[in-house]
């Protein structure tokens, strides 16, 4: 049976603002059954409100983010320094995985940096499968970027065995693969998995005010850029693939996640991609 949940950074803001336990009953009662816990303080009083949603609304804890290390772009728990803190939230919350949301941009240049970059998660990643937590890593389009022939993705899987993955459908799409394919290859290694829809939108009238003014390059790189995030079943993504694959491949919560909503309220858009989740049957 599927779990759908929800990538808590869409609501992190709703969160500052009305605490978590509220946001958590409003996400059960759209139907979600499972979040994962991103952007967002792992301070005490959000870890006892997903204690307490857990208890109370059935509302499952997927995944904690963390980071290798702690530091100017990862200012949340980082391995080097929170490693046992981690640990006690994750059993406190009967969680099971832990993610890293996307490598350091300094490991993403050479080939030799993505290399040491994997050389870390995977001593991390035995580091929590001693304490019976698996690590997984999350990828964006620029991880089927090749050096040497090789993708970052494929060098950090050959040199992190025990590390897992979370596949991000929409970031697979925009790095020019199949999302079916990706998440067939990764099978067995695949226990979380975004679900996140990918839309073209269309020319904004005021692109032609940029031609008219003779500014074709400010208007080629508004061309260039019409992708935008979208809530399951309004873009391009055949999820009536995706998910059975997913599925298939051993993935065990389906989280829904909008990196951009475009002025549009987060529930809204949770409401919509739940309504496509079920009208495919899950």
């Known amino acids: 049976m599927a ?60 995944a904690m983010s963390v ?59 035995q580091r929590l499968a001693a304490e019976g937590i698996t690590l997984a890593y999350h990828n964006h389009h620029v991880d089927f970027a090749k050096h040497d022939g090789e993708t970052l993705f494929d060098i950090v899987r050959r040199v992190s065995p025990t590390l897992h993955f979370e596949i991000d459908v929409h970031w697979v799409q925009r790095g020019g693969r199949n999302p079916v394919d990706v998440l ?11 679900l996140k829809d990918y839309r073209v939108a269309t020319m904004p009238e005021s692109s032609l005010g940029l031609l008219e003014a003779g500014d074709f390059a400010g208007f080629m790189a508004e061309f260039a850029n019409l992708v935008q995030f979208a809530e399951v079943g309004q873009g391009t993504i055949d999820f009536g693939a995706v998910i059975p694959q997913a599925l298939e491949s051993g993935a065990e919560y389906l989280l829904v996640e909008q990196d951009q909503l475009y002025g549009r309220d987060p529930f809204d858009c949770l409401a919509d991609s739940m309504a496509h989740v079920k009208s495919l049957g899950y």
């Open 67 to 125: 980071g290798l290390k702690k530091g100017s772009t990862n200012t949340g728990d980082a391995l080097d320094v929170d490693f046992d803190r981690v640990v006690d939230n994750c059993r406190r919350l009967d969680c099971r995985f832990t993610r890293i949301g996307m490598m350091p941009f300094d490991a993403m240049v050479s080939k030799d940096a993505v290399v040491a970059f994997a050389e870390q998660a995977e001593e991390a990643a």
């Open 184 to 194: 067939r290859e990764f099978a067995g290694q695949v226990e979380l998995v975004h």
């Open 3 to 62: 779990n759908i949940g929800v990538q808590l950074m869409m609501v992190k803001n709703e969160i500052g603002d009305q605490g978590i336990y509220p946001v958590l009953e409003r996400i059960a009662e759209l139907g979600y059954r499972s979040v994962e816990v991103s952007q967002v303080a792992t301070d005490e009083a959000n870890i006892a409100g997903l204690e307490r949603a857990k208890n109370e609304l059935g509302v499952e804890v997927a």
